[in-house]
């Protein structure tokens, strides 16, 4: 997801920037950079109006004449995903992390700062070495007493190992941060997920898990873990036996389904007059692409067999706040299939019969590869 679309003009952002921040001192200031002591103070006026005015970093840099295409190094933003917001009771309210637009993008940033907003108004910016708070997002941040639990990141791949769980404590007092290890039985490397203040414990559940090959591949957490924050140790709470599968194009190209769930959502529809020439041009721009993707036309038809499974079900409703997530249950299983640009996810919650299971992967693999006209290859990916 781009903040590109929604930047302010260029007058905008000249409006609010203050007389006190030049192209110099923009340019001291412009990129992210490491701490150097635990806590740094990199508080700054550039920084401190881009955390007041939210400006994404390709505006700021534009409007001091810093091109995208000149200049590859990101830019500072605190237009952040996956950034944790705290509101404490003394009026204080605290972001950790996060990051900036996606891989793509030449902005693209993973932050491993702490911003505090003090209940005065002002702006305090702190800064860490690497090795101390590495770059995180989506994770946790659980406040307990003077102090805020940050569980689980994104974080790089090259960041990722598969078989720990990353825990950092954030001391309110001093704001220095210091890396947990922990013992027991953790999730993982884990992000997106909840996570619960139970005494002196902190429950985790949902989520998503990194595996694989430089922790590349995406499972989801169907089970519930403790975190003992006495003794930093792990107590696996459930065993819901999920079971999951990745399928991807052989050809390792990214697939269309995001075109042919928009083609086959339009197709067929009537417009209003006022919409229909915008419209018709936007599914014509999409059926070519696929066109070009695919070498012929989209089989709609095939597409919309490909989560009907030969196997009695029900079909779910879908939910208002996801795309390309469809649900049926089995034998009183819910399945999921999760759609992205890379890849298909198929989610089984819980334990069917393995003829039902082999039934339903390979109907998939098989269905993606009629609809995309090339091969598709499946892996199951590992459990917990």
């Known amino acids: 997801m781009s903040a590109h679309d929604a930047n302010p003009t260029t007058s905008d952002v000249a409006s609010d920037t203050g ?50 295409g000149e200049n590859r190094e990101p830019g500072w933003s605190f237009a952040r995903f996956g950034m944790s917001t705290t509101a404490l009771t003394d009026g204080r309210t605290i972001h950790i992390a996060g990051e900036h637009e996606d891989a793509y993008d030449p902005d693209f940033h ?13 702006i305090e910016i702190l800064g860490y070495p690497r090795e101390v708070f590495p770059p ?3 994770h946790s ?35 220095s941060i210091a890396l947990r290890p922990t013992s027991g039985a953790p999730p993982g490397w884990i ?23 430089r922790a590349r591949a995406l499972r989801d957490n169907g089970d519930d873990w403790r975190l003992d924050l006495a003794s930093w140790r792990w107590k696996r ?7 999951q599968w990745q399928l991807t194009r052989a050809d390792g190209h990214m697939n269309q389904l995001f075109r042919l769930r928009s083609l086959s959502r339009f197709h067929g529809r009537r417009w209003a007059p006022e919409h229909r020439e915008s419209m018709e041009a936007m599914i014509e721009g999409e059926r070519a692409a696929v066109r070009a993707a ?9 597409y919309g067999t490909l989560y009907v499974p030969p196997v009695a079900h029900d079909v779910l409703p879908a939910r208002d706040d996801e795309l390309g997530v469809h649900r049926i249950r089995v034998s009183g299983i819910v399945v999921r299939y999760v759609e992205s640009p890379m890849s298909l996810k198929l989610v089984i919650e819980g334990a069917l019969p ?13 269905k993606l590869s009629l609809v995309e006209r090339t091969e598709y290859d499946v892996r199951e990916i590992g459990g917990n």
């Open 136 to 138: 995180t997002d989506f």
């Open 354 to 366: 393995e003829a039902t299971t082999a039934t339903l992967v390979e109907d998939l693999r098989h």
């Open 294 to 302: 695919y070498g012929g036309d989209p089989d709609l038809a095939s």
């Open 141 to 175: 941040a659980t406040v307990l007493r003077d102090r805020i639990i940050i569980v689980g990141s994104l974080g790089y791949p090259a960041d990722r190992a598969a078989e720990t769980t990353q825990v950092a404590e954030l001391d309110l007092g001093t704001f």
């Open 237 to 243: 709470l459930t065993d819901r036996r999920w079971r």
């Open 19 to 68: 007389p006190e921040i030049t192209a110099a001192l923009f340019a001291e200031w412009r990129a992210p950079r490491f701490g150097t002591s635990n806590p740094d103070c990199l508080t700054n006026p550039v920084w401190n109006w881009l955390v007041r005015s939210e400006r994404s970093a390709y505006a700021a840099s534009q409007h001091f004449g810093f091109a995208a």
């Open 191 to 213: 992000h997106r997920h909840s996570a619960v203040l139970d005494r002196n414990s902190i429950v985790v559940s949902g989520g998503l898990v990194a595996t694989g090959d």
């Open 110 to 122: 993973i932050y491993n700062d702490v911003i505090v907003r003090n209940a005065d108004g002002s």
